[in-house]
């Protein structure tokens, strides 16, 4: 906090309260004041007459508020036993105008003038929404605990107070309400709206005289004609302005009136006479030609007055579009624009406008709505950005296709979400990872086992080859003829082809049975084979 030791009224006066945005002007800035429009404040704002602007604070917030002030304080200031001083502070651009703050700057004082319906609020410890903003934004900037917001009229006896304290509510609401005010004072562009005129004078017709005595005796009937037709072809329709407006339902008015008077002279001069059709057809076609225009008029007045309050909700809501369209560009992941629609809903940019009357008073409320809505669009905006910006940092977006939908969830519950999602698939991607691992040791497990079932029976070979070797190395030959590769030749023909033949199975039968007597469980290899180099032929087929 910032103090500033300014004289009232002074030129420095005048420019600090143009260049900050005070705390008594933040009721008007949320649309919250009965004495000043948003639309008012930013006009005001954007002239930059520091002394215009000044004097019409002053005029227009205080009005004579000063005096009761000064009669108030000593009274608050025994009852709190500390003196109030009042004081000028500012924090950046934003500024209070404190009726009184304690010297360590733990207690603020905000007083206003007395009025029964105030004072009954605030003896209920309720402080109207008009008045809370300036008392919320005191203790934003001044930092005090609290503040006594008091009512009277500078008496003991007619007085009220109530303590307020900070409201986060209410100090976010302040604080994007300048936000968005500082936006739209960048943009702003003055209307030419004046308020609603006085109508102007309506040119009188002749007041209608009819004397009958059996015949019309005198009548300015048609001087009478001649005055209602030249006013009732100058009678203006097409409207645009809060004066026309103005001046067509004064036309209406007058015209009913005029019709009114018509028939009560009708009806004076048919008490005169029995029958007087000229006359009588006259002022008829003169009463009903003031009808028809009356009711055309109207239904002008009407159609042109709804055609220009739908024009100016239609270029407000389609601001309001516009401004989700430019938010929805900036935020990945979510559609915007669906989440969006609950706040910017036409049906409300109408309720808005209910008993406006005047173009000026239209514009206000529609434009004041306009910046609430915006403001809402930025804070959801920014929601959804700082939610995005947690779950992006997860690293794990792609767990969440159903964002659109979760986005909207208070932030504590969207956290809590997607970290217990997240959770849970960390679970189940470890999960799966062990039933992985245990897969791949078990797999491997087994090809060990059996490798080594293989080496097994391999060193069981071998040992038997071994074995059978040692157990074959000494025996004698099955035929010294045969294991010389040599034939006796003084034998007979048929004695060498029974002996080569006989070489030649006992050759087959001696490596077969080398290859296979391991696995067959015969005794000895070395008796086998001897056995068989010493048989017959047939005994050795028998064998096999």
């Keep these: 906090m910032q103090i500033h030791n300014l004289t009232q009224g002074s030129p420095e006066w005048d420019q600090f309260r143009l260049d900050h945005f005070g705390a008594s002007e933040a009721a008007a800035m ?159 562009k003055p209307r030419e709206i004046t308020e609603k005129p ?55 008015k007058f015209c009913a009136d005029t019709e009114k008077k018509i028939e009560l002279a009708k009806d004076a001069a048919i008490a005169q006479t029995s029958s007087i059709d000229d006359l009588m057809r006259t002022m008829d076609h003169i009463k009903d030609s003031l009808r028809v225009k009356r009711l055309a008029l109207e239904k002008l007045v009407k159609t042109q007055k709804e055609t220009i309050r739908n024009k100016i909700i239609d270029d407000s809501y389609e601001l309001a579009r516009d401004h989700v369209g430019n938010l929805a560009c900036e935020i990945k992941l979510v559609k915007f624009h669906i989440i969006a629609d609950s706040l910017c809903m036409k049906r409300d940019f109408i309720q808005s406008t209910k008993n406006k009357r005047t173009l000026s008073s239209l514009h206000n409320a529609v434009d004041t709505y306009l910046a609430e809505v915006k403001i809402h669009l930025d804070a959801a905006a920014k929601n959804i950005r700082e939610k995005i910006a947690f779950l992006v940092d997860t690293n794990h977006e792609w767990l969440f296709p159903d964002i659109q939908q979760i986005i909207i969830k208070n932030n504590d519950d969207f956290k809590l979400l997607v970290e217990t999602r997240i959770s849970d698939h960390k679970k189940k991607v470890a999960e799966e990872t062990q039933k992985k691992i245990d897969a791949e040791k078990k797999a491997e497990e087994l090809a060990r086992q059996e490798a080594e079932a293989k080496e097994h029976v391999k060193i069981e070979e071998a040992k038997k080859q071994e074995t059978f070797e040692k157990g074959t190395e000494h025996l004698p030959p099955v035929n010294k003829h045969l294991n010389k590769g040599e034939m006796h030749a003084s034998r007979p023909a048929a004695e060498r082809d029974d002996i080569a033949l006989r070489e030649k199975l006992i050759i087959e039968a001696r490596e077969s049975l080398i290859k296979q007597i391991p696995f067959l469980g015969f005794g000895p290899a070395s008796a086998v084979i001897k056995a068989i180099a010493n048989d017959e032929i047939k005994n050795v087929k028998i064998i096999f």
């Design 30 to 188: 949320l649309g919250l004041s009965s004495k000043v429009t948003r639309n008012e404040l930013l006009k005001m704002k954007h002239t930059g007459i520091a002394k215009e602007y000044s004097d019409w604070v002053e005029n227009v917030l205080f009005a004579n508020g000063h005096e009761l002030e000064e009669l108030a304080r000593p009274i608050m200031e025994a009852e709190l036993g500390e003196d109030l001083y009042p004081v000028t502070c500012s924090d950046g651009d934003l500024s209070a105008s404190c009726d009184g703050l304690t010297l360590d700057e733990s207690i603020a004082w905000e007083h206003k003038q007395w009025n029964d319906a105030l004072a009954e609020s605030v003896r209920n410890g309720i402080v109207p929404d008009e008045y809370m903003p300036q008392c919320q934004q005191i203790l934003m900037i001044t930092g005090a605990h609290e503040l006594f917001f008091g009512v009277s009229d500078g008496t003991e006896s007619n007085r009220e107070e109530t303590t307020v304290y900070i409201n986060p509510d209410w100090a976010n609401r302040i604080i994007t309400g300048w936000q968005q005010f500082r936006k739209d004072l960048k943009e702003y």
């Design 198 to 252: 006085e109508a102007e004078a309506i040119m009188q017709l002749p007041a209608l005289s009819i004397q009958i005595k059996g015949e019309v005796t005198t009548s300015n009937l048609p001087q009478f004609k001649k005055a209602a037709e030249t006013f009732i072809s100058n009678i203006k329709t097409n409207l645009q302005t809060d004066e026309d407006f103005a001046n067509a339902e004064s036309t209406v």
